[in-house]
């Protein structure tokens, strides 16, 4: 069975920039979320999906930050314009329902300079 | 606000040494706990859960119990290998929503 499947791996891009991430969860699972995961800290939810609707996006930074999931199983997250403290690990995990095991990718790690 | 605490590393061990990394939680209700594992270069891999008070995990020889009333979930084992050399997250999730609410991460470095 495939697993999440995020790109790009790395990103470098200056500040003031802007950027975008693509995740594809694994086939038929309803429940979609991205994580912050800044160096030394653990994972922070950013937004949570179901299906196409989004379920938690009370910490997403709502002035810089955007995601949508249109079609209910792909997903992009997009920051712009960025800044320093940006600069982490973007995880994408995927489940079958919202109480059910997570799965996560290997994450994106951008680094704004 | 729910929250997850883990002893602070890194953590050395020899080859054969026993482990215990320590986690505590705060958390309205009855949470699902987890300990995650990062390897390097690799994604985060759930090892272990538990759903209720007294439950214990185990996966690959680690084991933890969910204590209530020490509101603590404990990773233990026995004896490490350097291939558990890893990040170990110890994370909640309210049974309310699917949100994992992770700790700071112990970095696990286990020397021959």
């Known amino acids: 069975e495939a697993g999440v499947a995020q790109s790009p791996r790395y990103k470098i891009i200056e500040k003031r920039q802007s950027v975008a991430f693509w995740c594809n969860p694994i086939?038929?699972?309803?429940?979609l979320y991205w994580y912050q995961q800044i160096l030394g800290q653990g994972p922070k939810l950013l937004i949570q999906?179901?299906?196409?609707?989004?379920?938690?996006d009370s910490q997403l930074p709502k002035d810089r930050f955007s995601a949508e999931r249109l079609k209910g199983v792909d997903s992009t997250l997009k920051i712009q314009p960025a800044k320093l403290e940006d600069s982490a690990v973007y995880l994408c995990a995927s489940s079958l329902e919202p109480n059910t095991e997570a799965f996560f990718g290997q994450g994106t790690r951008l680094t704004v300079v | 606000g729910d929250s997850v605490t883990q002893m602070e590393g890194p953590v050395t061990l020899s080859e054969e040494a026993f482990l215990t990394i320590n986690c505590t939680y705060t958390?309205?209700?009855?949470?699902?706990l987890f300990w995650y594992v990062q390897y390097p270069g690799e994604g985060l891999q759930l090892l272990l859960k538990a759903t209720k008070a007294d439950d214990k995990g185990s996966n690959k020889g680690f084991e933890a119990t969910y204590r209530k009333e020490t509101t603590s979930f404990h990773l233990e084992k026995g004896s490490v290998q350097v291939s558990d050399s890893a990040v170990y997250f110890c994370?909640?999730?309210?049974?309310?929503?699917?949100?994992?609410?992770f700790g700071q991460g112990t970095e696990l470095s286990v020397k021959p």
């Open positions: 999906f179901q299906n196409n609707g989004v379920v938690d």
């Open positions: 994370a909640l999730r309210n049974n309310q929503g699917g949100k994992l609410i």
């Open positions: 086939s038929g699972h309803a429940t």
């Open positions: 958390a309205t209700g009855y949470p699902s």
